[in-house]
């Protein structure tokens, strides 16, 4: 017999000495997980098959068959009892006919199901057969078990055989890629993933391969069209292969990314509103100053007014900023600016911004903290904010004469600080939500004195990005509060966070020029200025700014950024480009105070950026920095 040069070496002595090595296939066979063997059939007189030898078999064909040591055994002396006769049959009909077959098969002694592949090899006059087979027991197993499940359209169940190629798929998964059975059978994941998801395949596939299955996951797919759908997948490996199942979740995702764009849109809104909501607030904020400062000192009556709108103000100037800063942390645009601070110094600032108001409700404040220091990474204010929020919230929903607690706990690697008070509590169930946007507990509407809930949302959102957590607890209406913040903790820092240095007042008369659209908050700066003893001019954009720095030459000029005609940016530059624009001190009067918004009016020559509203103190220190530069400079 022509030794094969497509199987190994594995030879009965009698059956011909050794086969040849080298062949160029023999590599491929020896590494090919399918059973391969070559048997001599015997036949009777008669010419019917009576029995067959095993001549060859390579190393994956006592894996596939569970028959070991055949090789120059016969058929009839293995343990193929009652399927012999089969086997003698088909085999039997090869060798005479030369005719290949391919079956799919089961044996009943065995247990399994094989996938057959049987023909001639040799001159016919050798009864030579190879047979090359494979175990697709796992699969006919699935394939059984899978039964009303292959028609199901709900769920794709998909097949990944050799070199994960799909070997079955079901008429879900047909449904969902739009490919018919036989063109789905063959292709690869890469043929069905779009390239960005690829490296999510990758590691499922490595995921499937190390533990047996993947966790529940999702991507696109691509369809016969060239259209995408995204599914939701599992797989699990049975056997050789791997079973992966899938459910079409393009319509949650189309739903799901309505609802981001929603969001987003929203936030827009918020910041937009927020935004515009400043504007007005300045000269409102400008007003009461001038009118507090006119007034004669005996007039009770409209002075208390002017302090109840000035509270008022306050207020609302809260509530504008923390709708900003609801819509910056939504849009990603809040920065901390981290430095090693003190819990003390902050939990110092916190009390001092609510005392007023605990006070006024004759509340008992606890301050309890350890005789160590502790320190945080982040921002001084941003962390007072928190804790603010936090006090000033046990005031508002703790009935007068209550008690507050305010204690930390330095925790190896964290800080531990808490805030509780004997007020009205919180129902437990409703407990997680209060940190979401614009919730509050609906019996406690009457105690919130105008807030929107957006206080705890901001603490939730503050602390998270400190790299916190804030939790609360509460045994249930009537039963006080607890609020928990957690901090990480850091090591001391080599000098400690200072608080604010006090600018210095300016003195003396003084040229200035307000540019801004806003007539009004021109006029109520121009008034302010003025009753401090300095001369004015206004500008209603930017066009006229220049014109006035030309012929007024003000020592000091205040621009406006969103003014029509020119705005204070291109007004800013222009000036800076005049004979003599240097000499005048520019300070931009804005909404925005984000670092890129600081970065763009320095850019356009301004010396100061300030943010509306403006209070009286942040004026009188912009003067007197501008005045003491003005000294200093050219
Ligand atoms: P609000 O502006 O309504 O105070 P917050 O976001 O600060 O908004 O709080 C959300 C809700 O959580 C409040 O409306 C209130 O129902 C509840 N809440 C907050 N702090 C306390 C507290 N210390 N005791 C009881 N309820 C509280």
Request: charged share 25%; proline share 5%; with cysteine.
């Amino acid at each position: 017999m022509k030794p094969s040069p497509t199987h190994r070496c594995t030879e009965a002595p009698q059956a011909g000495g050794p086969c040849t090595p080298g062949g160029e296939y023999q590599a491929l066979f020896d590494a090919t997980d399918e059973g391969f063997c070559i048997i001599r059939m015997l036949f009777d007189a008669e010419g019917q098959p009576a029995d067959g030898v095993f001549l060859r078999a390579n190393p994956s064909f006592e894996h596939q068959s569970g028959l070991r040591d055949v090789i120059g055994r016969h058929m009839s002396a293995l343990p193929l009892a009652g399927d012999e006769e089969h086997w003698l049959q088909v085999f039997g009909t090869v060798a005479r006919s030369g005719q290949s077959i391919h079956m799919s098969d089961r044996s009943e002694p065995l247990g399994r199901w094989f996938d057959v592949h049987a023909f001639r090899i040799g001159e016919p006059g050798q009864a030579l057969v190879a047979v090359r087979f494979s175990d697709i027991t796992h699969r006919r197993r699935i394939e059984e078990r899978l039964g009303s499940v292959r028609r199901t359209k709900t769920v794709g169940v998909l097949f990944w055989g050799e070199g994960f190629r799909l070997v079955e798929v079901n008429d879900g998964f047909q449904e969902m890629s739009g490919y018919a059975r036989a063109e789905a059978v063959g292709l690869t994941w890469q043929q069905l993933t779009p390239p960005e998801f690829h490296a999510v395949s990758r590691s499922a596939v490595q995921q499937v391969m190390k533990h047996g299955e993947t966790a529940p996951y999702e991507k696109q797919y691509i369809r016969k069209d060239g259209s995408r759908w995204w599914g939701l997948f599992a797989a699990r490996r049975v056997g050789d292969e791997v079973v992966e199942f899938v459910l079409d979740v393009t319509e949650r995702k189309r739903a799901e990314e309505a609802l981001r764009q929603a969001d987003r849109h929203k936030d827009e809104f918020l910041a937009t509103l927020a935004h515009e909501l400043r504007n007005p607030l300045a000269p409102i904020r400008n007003g009461l100053q001038i009118l507090r400062l006119t007034l004669p000192r005996e007039a009770e009556a409209p002075l208390r007014t002017v302090g109840m709108m000035d509270r008022q103000l306050d207020h609302l100037v809260r509530l504008v900023d923390d709708l900003l800063d609801i819509a910056r942390i939504g849009a990603g645009k809040v920065r901390i600016e981290r430095q090693v601070v003190s819990l003390r110094d902050v939990l110092a600032r916190s009390v001092e911004a609510t005392q007023a108001a605990i006070d006024a409700r004759r509340h008992r404040l606890d301050v309890e903290l350890p005789p160590q220091e502790c320190h945080v990474e982040g921002d001084l204010d941003r962390l007072a904010q928190v804790f603010s929020n936090l006090l000033s919230n046990a005031a508002k929903y703790t009935p007068p004469g209550g008690r507050i607690r305010l204690e930390f706990e330095a925790q190896p690697g964290e800080a531990l600080v808490g805030v509780s008070d004997t007020g009205i509590g919180i129902p437990k169930e409703q407990q997680e939500r209060v940190f979401e946007l614009f919730s509050q507990v609906s019996d406690h509407r009457r105690h919130a004195e105008g807030g929107l809930g957006i206080g705890l949302s901001l603490v939730h959102s503050l602390v998270k990005l400190h790299g916190g957590s804030v939790s609360v607890e509460s045994a249930g209406p009537g039963q006080g509060s607890r609020f928990c913040v957690r901090l990480p903790r850091v090591a001391a820092p080599g000098q400690a966070a200072g608080g604010g240095v006090e600018a210095p007042r300016a003195g003396g008369a003084c040229r200035i020029l307000i540019a801004d659209d806003n007539a009004d908050a021109a006029e109520t700066l121009a008034m302010l200025f003025a009753a401090g003893g300095h001369e004015v001019a206004t500008a209603c954009d930017g066009v006229e700014a220049i014109a006035r720095v030309k012929e007024f030459q003000p020592e000091i000029a205040f621009l406006d950024i969103g003014m029509p005609v020119m705005g204070g940016l291109e007004a800013a530059r222009q000036i800076r480009g005049l004979p003599a624009g240097d000499r005048v001190r520019l300070v931009a009067l804005t909404g925005w105070g984000q670092p890129a918004d600081r970065e763009r009016t320095r850019e356009a020559g301004f010396d100061l950026h300030l943010v509306k509203p403006l209070t009286l103190e942040a004026l009188q220190d912009a003067l007197a920095q501008m005045r003491s530069a003005r000294k200093g400079g050219p």
